[in-house]
Structures are given as C-alpha cells and as structure tokens.
C-alpha cells in the first residue's frame, strides 16, 4: 500500500501596502487585518490631493524599477 502524496501547502497571497510600491502590508497601523480596513489607505485615497500626490509617487517608483 502506498501512501497518498502530500499536497503542496498553498500559500495565501501576501496584500501589497498600497502607500508603499513593493512593501507588502506590514499592519503597521492599528487594528488593521490589511489594506482593506487600513484608516490611513482611506484617508490617502478619499482626498483627491493626496491620490494625485500618490499617483505621481507610484509612477515614479515603477519608473526606478524600470531602469533597474
Ligand atoms: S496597515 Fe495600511 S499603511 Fe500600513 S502597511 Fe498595511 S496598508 Fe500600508
């Protein structure tokens, strides 16, 4: 009798911090579970500003990464 194969375990996706290009969500704010109820990725994308201000930012960083 053979034993059945084990499974590979399957990982689950680690959320990106929206706020921060290639940083997963640290929880670094309090009483989070990840950027889904994160106060500060509200309050960031709900003022038109500071999403421009972001968009700039994120374009910047994948920019950088681009040229390596
Ligand atoms: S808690 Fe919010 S600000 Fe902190 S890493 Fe996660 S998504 Fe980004």
């Given at each position: ?39 500060l ?28």
């Amino acid at each position: 009798m053979t034993t059945p194969r084990a499974r590979p375990k399957r990982s689950r996706p680690e959320a990106k911090c929206p706020l921060r290009p290639d940083e997963i969500c640290n929880l670094c704010q309090l009483d989070v579970t990840g950027p889904h109820d994160c106060g500060l990725v509200y309050l960031v994308m709900s003022d038109p500003d500071q999403r421009v201000e972001w968009g700039e930012r994120r374009a910047t960083a994948a920019e950088a990464r681009r040229l390596g």
